[in-house]
C-alpha cells in the first residue's frame, strides 16, 4: 500500500466533517452478543467501533459520539463501544493481527489486501446479508466486482478514487490558456506544459516523481493509463516493458530535454512535488483528488487556483480505496448489526461522513469529488448535491474529473507492488536526469530485476 491509503482516508473523511474512518469491531468479550433482552424486548448485541477521533479533536469527537448515539437510538438492543485507534489501518499490524484472529468483526481492507484476505479466508461471505446496506444496488457494479469472488461477496465498498490530472488554473490562465477545457490527450497535455514553463520564474510545465517508491508509482499510474500492465496475468514476470511502458518514459524524457518544461529538480518523495504544487509552480500533475486537499490543507494552496480533469486518453485508472470486511467469528447478530453501523455511518446521504452540513459547520473543507464508490447512481447524484449544497471549494473546478471517472474501468495495484516501484524508480529518476538515457535499456534492466523479485516471491 502507498504512504496515501492512510492519509488518503483521513483527507476523504476529514472532508465531509470526521477525522478517521471507523471500523465496526468486536473483539474481546464482546465477541458474543448478550442473552438477555432489553426493556423493549430487543435482543442484545454488542460491537466495538475503532477509530474515534482523537481528543485533541474534540468537535470531530463530538459528531462521532453524537453519531453513536444516534445509531444506538435508530436500533435498541445494540450497544456500541467506541476506542481510540490511531491509525485505523496499520500496516505494520494488520497482517498479524489478522493471521492472529484478533481482528475486528467489521474491519477495514485497503484494496491492495482485497485478494489475499478473501482469498486466506479471513474474511466473511456477507452475500445474504447486502440487504443491511440500503443503498446497495446504487454502489458501482465494477467497485463491488472488486469485493466480489465467484459470486460471492465480501466487502462493503467504502471508499474508492481514480487518478486525474490536476492542474493549476491559475497557471493556464497566465500562460493563454483556457482552464475550462483542460487536456485530454497526452499531445494537448506536452503543448500545455510547454507554454506553462515559458512563464519562467522557476515555474514548470508538468511535475513528476523519480524516487522513494513515488516514481515507479506514477510510471504504474502512467502505464494502466496507456492500457499496460505491471505482471502478468499469473502475476510472476513483468509485463511493463511494453510499447506502453516505453511510452511512458519517452513521454517524460521529451519534455525534460525536448520541451524543458518538467524543470530540472528531480522529486524524490511525494512532499517535495506537493510543496511545488500548493506555491504554485506546477502547472499539471497526475494524482487523485486528495491532491487538491492536501494542496490546500497543508501546503498553503489557494484554493480557487486548481482544478482536476480525467485521466487523459484513460484505458483504465490505477484505483484505489478500501472496504468493509466482517470477520468469519462474527455472530449473525454481529454482522447485522455491523453493516447496519456500516449504513448508517458511511453509506447514506446527509448523515455520518456525508454530512456535509456538519463538515462545513466544523470548519472543514468540503467539495471536492473524493469518494465515487455510487458514481452517477440516484444516491451518487444526491450525495453530489449535498456536497456542492455545503461546499467550501469551487467545485465546478472538479466537474471534468467526475465526468471522466465514471466511464473509467478501475484498475488494482500490481502484486508486491512496492518492490516494483522501487525497481521502477531508476527508469523514472534516469530519463528525468540524464538527457542519454536509454529508455529501452532501462526497461530491460528493471524487468530483469523484476522477474527475480516476483521469482522469489513464489
Not at 39 to 65: L, M
Not at 101 to 109: H, L
Not at 114 to 124: R, T
Amino acid at each position: 500500500m502507498k504512504r496515501s491509503d492512510y492519509r488518503r482516508t483521513v483527507g476523504l473523511l476529514l472532508a465531509a466533517g470526521l477525522s478517521m474512518s471507523a471500523v465496526a469491531c468486536g473483539s474481546g468479550d464482546d465477541t458474543k452478543p448478550q442473552a438477555q433482552g432489553s426493556a423493549s424486548g430487543a435482543a442484545q448485541v454488542s460491537i466495538t467501533v475503532a477509530c474515534q477521533p482523537a481528543k485533541s479533536a474534540p468537535k470531530e469527537r463530538q459528531a462521532w459520539d453524537d453519531d453513536v448515539a444516534a445509531f444506538q437510538k435508530a436500533h435498541p438492543g445494540v450497544t456500541v463501544k467506541s476506542t481510540d485507534q490511531q491509525p485505523c489501518f496499520d500496516p505494520k499490524t494488520f497482517g498479524p493481527k489478522l493471521a492472529g484472529g484478533q481482528m475486528e468483526t467489521v474491519f477495514v481492507v485497503p484494496v491492495t489486501n482485497y485478494a489475499d484476505v478473501i482469498g486466506k479466508g479471513q474474511a466473511l461471505d456477507i452475500t445474504s446479508y447486502t440487504g443491511e446496506i440500503k443503498n446497495w444496488n446504487d454502489l458501482r457494479q465494477d467497485v463491488r466486482d472488486l469485493v466480489t469472488k465467484d459470486g460471492k461477496v465480501y466487502g462493503v465498498p467504502n471508499v474508492h478514487y481514480s487518478v486525474g490530472l490536476v492542474y493549476n488554473r491559475a497557471l493556464f490562465t497566465k500562460a493563454g490558456l483556457d482552464p475550462n477545457t483542460p487536456p485530454k490527450t497526452w499531445a494537448e497535455v506536452r503543448e500545455a506544459a510547454k507554454k506553462i514553463a515559458a512563464l519562467g520564474g522557476g515555474v514548470i510545465g508538468y511535475g513528476e516523481y523519480s524516487g522513494g517508491n513515488t516514481g515507479g508509482w506514477h510510471f504504474n499510474q502512467a502505464l494502466y493509463g496507456r492500457g499496460g500492465d505491471m505482471v502478468s496475468a499469473d502475476g510472476k514476470t513483468a509485463a511493463f516493458n511494453s510499447p506502453e511502458g516505453k511510452a511512458v518514459l519517452q513521454f517524460l524524457k521529451d519534455l525534460r530535454w525536448v520541451d524543458k518544461s518538467t524543470g530540472a529538480k528531480l522529486f524524490n518523495a511525494w512532499e517535495p512535488l506537493m510543496q511545488a504544487m500548493g506555491s504554485g509552480k506546477v502547472g499539471m500533475m497526475l494524482g487523485a483528488p486528495d491532491v487538491v486537499t492536501d494542496v490546500v490543507n497543508k501546503f498553503k494552496g489557494a484554493a480557487t487556483d486548481y482544478g482536476i480533469t480525467g485521466f487523459p486518453e484513460a484505458k483504465a485508472s490505477l484505483s484505489g480505496g478500501e472496504a468493509f470486511f466482517v470477520n468469519p467469528k462474527a455472530t449473525p447478530e454481529q454482522v447485522k448489526a455491523g453493516l447496519a453501523w456500516v449504513d448508517f455511518r458511511f453509506n447514506t446521504v446527509d448523515k455520518g461522513r456525508f454530512d456535509f452540513a456538519r463538515g462545513k459547520s466544523l470548519g472543514n473543507p468540503v467539495g471536492v469529488p473524493d469518494n465515487d464508490v455510487y458514481g452517477a447512481s440516484a444516491t451518487g447524484k444526491a450525495l453530489q448535491e449535498s456536497r456542492k449544497a455545503s461546499a467550501t471549494l469551487p467545485v465546478e473546478n472538479y466537474q471534468p474529473y467526475v465526468d471522466a471517472s465514471a466511464t473509467i474501468p478501475p484498475k488494482m495495484e500490481p502484486p508486491h507492488a512496492q518492490e516494483l516501484y522501487a525497481i521502477l524508480d531508476v527508469a523514472m529518476s534516469a530519463v528525468l536526469s540524464r538527457e542519454d538515457a536509454n529508455v529501452d535499456q532501462l526497461l530491460a534492466d528493471a524487468e530483469t530485476k523484476a522477474n527475480a523479485m516476483l521469482a522469489s516471491k513464489g
